[in-house]
């Protein structure tokens, strides 16, 4: 069964600095990595999907990883805002034919002005 | 506009009754879901449909019964059997490729008194 695991659970920065947080997972057959972003008390919104077969995928100040043989994956948040304090999730697709995810715990960020 | 919506957003439940909560999607989505989610916990899976009148149970189905009658609609039904339901649940759909998301609604917080 697949286990997803972010480390750390929480984590606070001052505004302007670059951070990675980090993702794990147990089992490599999965058809991709997915990083929501997540306010409180809200639904989930998506940031970045990467397939199976790829290495990375970027989009504006985000740029997460994946390394299938090792099991991980990173999120990188180049300078920091405000605005970017919210809960991070990791998700893993598995489940051939059927297109489920396991979540991690989570990173609550928060951007120190 | 394109989306997923749930209602109500907030929900009381004496011991003993059973409370239905509502997914709609207008995506044209073929696969809903429903998660369960709790304070530092991550997203888990309480039933999910990939096509009409099919669904399956997730990881923690017990307690719970869903019915998918039409493509855009996926209740779930809170039973009187469910020990411990005060928590935040999300409903999702995707498309159901590999290369797509899922996109979540703003979800509703059931809460027993």
């Known amino acids: 069964k697949q286990e997803v695991t972010q480390i750390p659970a929480a984590l606070s920065v001052p505004e302007g600095e670059n951070l990675v947080l980090n993702c794990s997972f147990t089992?490599?057959?999965?058809?991709?990595l997915q990083w929501f972003r997540q306010d409180p008390g809200k639904g989930l919104t998506s940031l970045l999907l990467i397939q199976s077969s790829q290495r990375e995928q970027t989009s504006g100040r985000l740029n997460a990883s994946l390394d299938k043989s090792s099991g991980r994956s990173t999120l990188y948040i180049a300078a920091s805002q405000p605005g970017d304090s919210a809960t991070y999730l990791c998700a893993a697709s598995s489940g051939a034919g059927s297109y489920q995810l396991t979540f991690g715990k989570g990173t609550k960020l928060s951007v120190i002005p | 506009d394109g989306g997923i919506t749930q209602s109500p957003k907030y929900l009381f439940r004496k011991e003993g009754q059973n409370v239905t909560l509502s997914c709609e999607q207008n995506?044209?989505?073929?696969?809903m879901y429903w998660y369960r989610q709790d304070p530092g916990q991550g997203l888990r899976l309480i039933y999910y449909?990939?096509?009409?009148?099919?669904?399956q149970k997730g990881d923690i189905a017990e307690g719970y019964s869903v019915s998918r009658e039409k493509k855009e609609s996926f209740p779930l039904t809170v039973t009187s059997a469910q020990k411990n339901p005060t928590a935040f649940y999300l409903c999702?759909?995707?498309?159901?490729?590999?290369?797509?998301?899922?996109?979540f609604g703003p979800g509703t917080r059931l809460t027993v008194l």
């Open positions: 995506l044209n989505h073929d696969a």
């Open positions: 449909s990939q096509i009409v009148n099919d669904f």
């Open positions: 999702a759909s995707t498309s159901g490729y590999s290369t797509d998301t899922q996109y």
């Open positions: 089992d490599s057959a999965i058809y991709n």
